[in-house]
């Protein structure tokens, strides 16, 4: 079936980098339900064994460092080109090129198509960069060739969302503190709420739950996977998730007394692979296997965004 290429690795074709936990591994508990795989990592915590150089940082066509307000994976895109797409405070969006250097700014502040008012996410339907905004309730829309095409306005089924991918096939939406994975039947994906907003990429979309710690993986409507971690120690709160083209899924949560938190890394399938002390999730994932990852600048005003150089 096709979500296991893409999620989970195979014992004879394995993606690139997935190490499948054994089948005996007493820290894993591993159940099938209906379809669902059921994954439970008691595994104690352990540094992630990754080898990460920072290679540069994302900047402006003279070198010198962007710096942004804040950066999350929903104010982040990446095309097929290897370019990034940050959306960059209420008026603008910077397009950085394959080398890491800006060569576009995209928007205005106003009314008018290609205009912002109160920028939430971005995010891609087809071959058009689309943002959504909250203060124009429409999403703003750039055509393939980044012209602005018209605003189209948050109406019908997509009235007061706040949140929104697209998908073939359908769309993803959280509105009035329901997710749900079509714009008919309205029917709730997590029926025991959320805290948190989730992160779709491609096909699929994470997202946590409102209490313990239960992240649920889906391909479409569909449910494929729910991933636990139970240490006998309090693991903290989980605050934000973040999934990445290669399949591999990230958890930030705030351990008790640590106020920077850290992220939790799970492989393509599905098991612990280890934790980032740091609490910065992955942004983006670059086809030529860069990782960007927000960061503190050097003199501590404001945010850079790291290009990683992953070794798994």
Request: net charge positive.
């Amino acid at each position: 079936m096709r979500f296991l290429r893409w999620v989970f690795c195979a014992v004879v074709v394995a993606s690139a980098g997935c190490r499948a936990t054994p089948p005996g591994d007493p820290d894993v508990t591993r159940v099938d339900s209906a379809g669902v795989r059921l994954l439970t990592s008691r595994h104690a915590e352990t540094a992630l064994p990754w080898r990460v150089e920072e290679i540069g940082l994302l900047s402006a066509a003279d070198g010198t460092p962007w710096r942004f307000d804040r950066v999350a994976p929903d104010l982040v895109q990446a095309d097929r080109a290897g370019r990034t797409y940050v959306l960059a405070g209420d008026s603008a969006i910077v397009r950085f090129g394959r080398d890491g250097r800006s060569d576009r700014l995209l928007g205005t502040r106003g009314s008018a198509p290609g205009a912002f008012v109160r920028p939430t996410t971005i995010g891609t339907q087809g071959d058009s960069l689309v943002i959504l905004d909250a203060g124009k309730s429409a999403l703003v829309r750039f055509g393939p060739s980044l012209d602005p095409l018209p605003d189209r306005p948050l109406v019908g089924a997509l009235t007061g969302a706040t949140w929104l991918r697209f998908r073939v096939g359908g769309v993803w939406r959280w509105q009035d503190g329901v997710l749900v994975a079509d714009t008919v039947s309205g029917a709730s994906l997590v029926p025991d709420g959320m805290t948190l907003r989730p992160h779709a990429v491609g096909p699929r979309l994470l997202v946590a739950e409102a209490t313990g710690y239960v992240v649920r993986l889906y391909e479409g409507p569909r449910l494929l996977a729910v991933l636990r971690r139970d240490t006998g120690t309090p693991l903290g709160r989980v605050d934000a998730v973040a999934l990445q083209s290669d399949a591999h899924m990230y958890v930030r949560r705030v351990p008790p007394g640590d106020s920077t938190g850290v992220v939790d890394v799970f492989g393509t399938d599905g098991a612990y692979r280890g934790t980032w002390a740091s609490g910065a999730l992955p942004v983006a994932l670059l086809p030529n296997g860069e990782m960007l990852r927000p960061r503190p600048a050097d003199d501590g005003v404001g945010v850079v965004i790291a290009r990683l150089r992953v070794v798994r």
